[in-house]
């Protein structure tokens, strides 16, 4: 699964690739990712549903969670409808998660044991499906987000069983604010990311 990702992109870059209308972050590009740090994360909020960017931390915590033992970087994206731990934030609160590049490790075939590089040769961010969720600690909110994953597909399927879910540009508006019915038909569709600037997989040498 991921290790960890990059986003190489700027502030100014996702601002216009993504259609962002609130940003009050500053990012720093290539800035690598790993587990329980935070990540730029684009959400879609008020009942215009006008896109934000902010600050989360990859790390999801449920809202009725007590403390931070409850966490999860990943989402199943077959059982989001029935996992209470998921339920509520697949209804209300997806996200898209940019990156420029992933960080898989195999788990399978001749690479196995190795770091692979997954990211797109033009370096534009790659959106990632999320979940994300505000959870209440110590008199203040914590913003935290998950990827979703599903079964692995293309060449990724060589070496591992499942990677983040990976969506077309056509489909993130029914991501962020669509009906629930529109998400499960983008997750009922599987990987999505444009025919053409499918990730290509590099070893990372150790």
């Not at 896109?51 to 990943?74: I, Q, Y």
């Not at 969720?133 to 008199?139: F, S």
Request: aromatic share 8%; net charge neutral.
């Amino acid at each position: 699964m991921v290790v960890s990702y990059l986003n190489a992109q700027t502030t100014d870059a996702m601002k216009a690739r993504f259609d962002v209308r609130r940003c009050d972050v500053v990012w720093r590009p290539l800035q690598q990712v790993v587990p329980v740090t935070p990540a730029v994360v684009i959400h879609a909020e008020g009942a215009a549903a006008r896109r934000a960017l902010d600050l989360m931390l990859w790390g999801f915590v449920p809202g009725w969670a007590k403390d931070m033992d409850k966490t999860s970087l990943f989402a199943r994206a077959e059982t989001l409808e029935e996992s209470g731990f998921f339920r509520a934030s697949y209804r209300s609160r997806r996200c898209l998660v940019p990156a420029t590049a992933l960080h898989l490790r195999a788990t399978r075939g001749s690479a196995a044991g190795g770091l692979l590089r997954c990211g797109t040769e033009d370096e534009a961010a790659i959106a990632v499906a999320g979940l994300w969720e505000a959870w209440g600690w110590e008199g203040d909110v914590l913003n935290t987000f998950c990827l979703i994953t599903v079964p692995a597909q293309h060449e990724v399927a060589r070496f591992q069983a499942r990677m983040p879910l990976l969506l077309a540009q056509k489909d993130w508006g029914d991501w962020l604010s669509g009906r629930t019915a529109a998400a499960s038909a983008i997750l009922s569709a599987g990987q999505t990311q444009e025919a053409g600037r499918w990730p290509a997989l590099v070893p990372v040498a150790a």
